[in-house]
């Protein structure tokens, strides 16, 4: 976040919303897969909620573009997108303590943010428990392993073409 400006974080979290609320969906319509906690992981309403805090309107939030992502396949090519969407977890808290040293205002505006802390490592050990176990029992390292290659590709598509036009 360069700057630390007001309207970078909102671009930020429009480009994050974008990528992350079509992978919930499809992941919530994935059968069969047991992911502890998902309502807990479950983080694109917390973007909303920060996106309102910083004065966008509720119509501009329900208008904001999505990512198209598919239905996955199966449980075994949602892990690997959901390794994705965990992987940043892990630094959450870190850019908050930056962002709010650089604009202590967005303070009510850090619900994403806050939304793995104190939990975001057991989590993060959690899944990776997750897609051992089911890369060993299903033989499906190698798949899992592409569908995160294809969600990286994707992620990086989506803030290449999207993350500059918020800005």
Known sequence: MAGGTRE???SQLTCT????APIESALAYTPNL???DRRERTRSGLIAQDLLALGVPPAAVTALPQCDVQQFKDP???LGWKYVVERP???HSAIKRN?????SEAANACSYLSACEGVAAARWRQLGMLL?????KHNAGDKIVEAARTAFACMAAWYANHYGETR
């Open 132 to 136: 051992d176990e089911v890369a060993n």
């Open 76 to 78: 075994v090519e949602a």
């Open 34 to 36: 047991l992911v502890p």
């Open 89 to 91: 977890t892990q630094l």
């Open 99 to 103: 962002l709010l040293g650089r604009m």
């Open 17 to 20: 919303y974008g990528f992350e």
């Open 8 to 10: 970078t974080y909102k």
